[in-house]
């Protein structure tokens, strides 16, 4: 797992009452929050979310580092977004760019990219609201793939 993410979900904890706090916060056992500590599993988007929740911390940079740390309530863009649909969004291509050996240092390249696979993935609901579309599935497109190959 990613140094960085590690180091911010430290950030969290101390920020939520320290490791036991925040695990019942979020309802994880403390074993899986030290395994998440060490790096041996990765956190999901849910447990992201609830990461967020109980800290403060914005969730987009809990889990990419990239965006201010602490959350604004209030923002208006953060009333529009689906944040379900960021989190899946924002896993899949972490999880896509990892499996594929595919670093992008631009914090800026990686938001836009991240950007551009959510609003796919929105696009893709509005025209088929009969079939269910996941971000797991629009990653899996060869177009999609091919973009964030690119991006790399």
Do not use: C
């Not at 899986?32 to 911390?57: C, F, H, M, R």
Request: proline share 5%; no cysteine.
């Amino acid at each position: 797992m990613d140094r960085g993410l590690i180091e911010r979900l430290r950030k969290a904890a101390e920020r939520a009452g320290g490791p036991d706090a925040i695990a019942l916060k979020v309802d994880v056992s403390r074993r899986t929050w030290g395994n998440y500590l060490q790096g041996a599993t990765e956190p999901t988007a849910s447990t992201i979310k609830d990461i967020a929740k109980v800290s403060g911390l914005d969730p987009a940079w809990i889990l990419t580092g990239v965006g201010p740390m602490e959350r604004r309530s209030g923002d208006s863009y953060l009333d529009s977004l689906d944040e379900d649909l960021l989190f899946s969004v924002i896993y899949e291509v972490e999880h896509f760019l990892l499996g594929e050996g595919i670093t992008i240092g631009n914090a800026k390249d990686k938001v836009q990219l991240i950007k551009a696979v959510y609003e796919l993935v929105q696009r893709e609901q509005a025209h088929q609201p009969d079939k269910p579309t996941t971000a797991g599935n629009v990653i899996q497109l060869p177009h999609v793939q091919a973009l964030m190959r690119l991006a790399g």
